[in-house]
């Protein structure tokens, strides 16, 4: 059985959608003080949801806020967390999580699993799955629980939520994206970029290298320290696939690279891949592409 999980103010209204995209039971927590993301108070409601229906696997967006929540709770309930995961697997029959997620520094991938504490708890990055088509007019069986918030007291008061306007970019909604990496050799290569990305009505990435060096801003930067992504297409360019890279675009549909090194790591993951030089194939591109 999937239970699907939901607290808020005012969020009865996503049961349905819940229903629909394949949850058997929604556990309900509706209440006016749950308005702002009050760490102390949900991971309070989180814990006690879980030990009253017991589930087996509990799994949590890794999300900057899940993040927050989801140790507290693993600490909570005395069990571990595997935070970041990028692939999931059960055995049947011993009805373990496989949770895989890149180790040390990224250079190999590890199978973690929990054979001795319930629940099995794990963080996922949105877009690391394909997302499933929903079935319309589904439904289960809604849980409407409450909690007496007069019986907690957080240490922690909220005073106003904002959000953040100082960033234009949101490569995760992105349908193409044009990347670059320590192979550009310079901020001003990325304009270049710029300019593809706009023909193709894209956005622009990055690896962390190029990140690093300043040559562009963190937030588009594509990988395990940076966003996962999804696109239609992926426009690798200069980028060698570094595992922590592959990890945040590898689902993208159709990948497409360009480096100058054949035996490139992201030629493994790539529908097309070019071997030459950015700087000639780019400017070839955007020059028929304005044709």
Not at 53 to 71: D, F, M, N
Not at 90 to 105: C, M, N, S, W, Y
């Amino acid at each position: 059985k999937v239970i699907a999980y939901v607290a808020g103010k005012n969020c009865k209204q996503f049961v349905n959608t819940l229903f629909e995209y394949g949850a058997d039971k929604v556990v309900l927590y509706e209440n006016d003080g749950l308005q702002y993301l009050n760490d102390e108070i949900f991971s309070e409601i989180y814990q006690l949801m879980i030990k009253n229906h017991k589930p087996e696997i509990v799994l949590t967006a890794a999300t900057a806020y899940g993040r927050a929540v989801a140790p507290r709770v693993a600490v909570m309930l005395r069990t571990g967390l595997t935070a970041d995961c990028t692939e999931l697997e059960i055995d049947i029959e011993k009805r373990e999580l496989k949770q895989t997620r890149p180790a040390f520094g990224g250079n190999i991938m590890a199978t973690i699993v929990c054979p001795n504490h319930r629940p099995q708890m794990a963080t996922v990055r949105a877009k690391v799955m394909k997302k499933i088509e929903p079935r319309s007019g589904i439904q289960g069986e809604l849980i409407i629980e409450n909690y007496n918030f007069s019986d907690f007291q957080s240490g922690m008061k909220v005073l106003r939520s904002e959000y953040d306007t100082s960033s234009k970019v949101n490569i995760t909604e992105a349908d193409i994206i044009v990347a670059g990496g320590r192979g550009m050799n310079s901020p001003d290569s990325f304009k270049m970029l710029e300019e593809l990305a706009n023909l193709l009505n894209g956005a622009v990435g990055a690896s962390r290298a190029a990140v690093d060096a300043g040559w562009i801003d963190y937030s588009h930067q594509v990988g395990q320290t940076g966003k996962t992504v999804q696109p239609k297409i992926y426009i690798a360019c200069g980028i060698s696939g570094a595992i922590q890279h592959l990890a945040g675009m590898k689902s993208s549909d159709y990948i497409i690279a360009i480096n100058k090194d054949k035996n490139a790591p992201i030629f493994s993951v790539a529908d097309i891949g070019i071997v030459g030089d950015v700087f000639e194939i780019i400017p070839e591109l955007i020059k028929n592409l304005k044709k």
